[in-house]
T-cell receptor
Framework: AQKVTQAQTEISVVEKEDVTLDCVYE???????LFWYKQPPSGELVFLIR??????QNEISGRYSWNFQKSTSSFNFTITASQVVDSAVYFC??????????FGTGTRLKVLA | KAGVTQTPRYLIKTRGQQVTLSCSPI?????VSWYQQTPGQGLQFLFE???????NKGNFPGRFSGRQFSNSRSEMNVSTLELGDSALYLC??????????????FGPGTRLTVL
């Protein structure tokens, strides 16, 4: 069975703090893809990153960075120097080459000024 | 390039009615997926279409149906609405000739309220 767990339901931080959002996945497939999406209050899911199972290199994009560790089945997302505009719900998702994406339950991030 | 568009953005219906939601994918994208998002159940997969064919379907009752047209635009229909159908319905498109390898891009959603 495939599953994505985002254990953190809600996180509150003060602006400029660093914050890490956790994502743990389960799959028996050797080839799979992991995604992070951001959902601001407007409702639209915004694509942030895609990583395939054969690429364990960490990635940095501006204030965002992702840590993919197959040994622990985790794909964590860190925002450095958080800003109020980062306030949103963040979803981690898994796809194992099927037509269906499995989403986690999301983590609501509140960045306070 | 224009993003995924969904119409209408908001709908209010009463129990027993039916509703049709529309989704226009990004130009060139041939796969369209639909999701239901509720506070209690999160994001749940409804179905996915590619080249006018339904390739996969989630665990929803037969009241939920969809179709895709030759221009890749898609519609979903919910018949005999129930209060529990109140949700944000999200459409996503991707190039996706090989499942799962392409990124899904989402529309703004249609918020359906059933009274």
């Amino acid at each position: 069975a495939q599953k994505v767990t985002q254990a953190q339901t809600e996180i509150s931080v003060v602006e400029k703090e660093d914050v890490t959002l956790d994502c743990v996945y389960e799959t028996r497939d050797t080839t799979y893809y992991l995604f992070w999406y951001k959902q601001p209050p407007s409702g639209e899911l915004v694509f942030l990153i895609r990583r395939n199972s054969f690429d364990e290199q960490n990635e940095i994009s501006g204030r965002y960075s992702w840590n993919f560790q197959k040994s622990t089945s985790s794909f964590n997302f860190t925002i450095t120097a958080s800003q109020v505009v980062d306030s949103a719900v963040y979803f981690c998702a898994l796809n194992s080459g099927t037509y269906k994406y499995i989403f986690g339950t999301g983590t609501r991030l509140k960045v306070l000024a | 390039k224009a993003g995924v568009t969904q119409t209408p953005r908001y709908l209010i219906k009463t129990r027993g009615q039916q509703v049709t939601l529309s989704c226009s994918p990004i130009s060139g994208h041939r796969s369209v997926s639909w999701y239901q998002q509720t506070p209690g159940q999160g994001l749940q997969f409804l179905f996915e279409y590619f080249s006018e064919t339904q390739r996969n379907k989630g665990n929803f009752p037969g009241r939920f149906s969809g179709r895709q047209f030759s221009n890749s635009r898609s519609e979903m229909n919910v018949s005999t609405l129930e209060l529990g159908d109140s949700a944000l319905y999200l459409c996503a498109s991707s190039l996706d000739s090989t499942p799962g390898t392409d990124t899904q891009y989402f529309g703004p959603g249609t918020r359906l309220t059933v009274l």
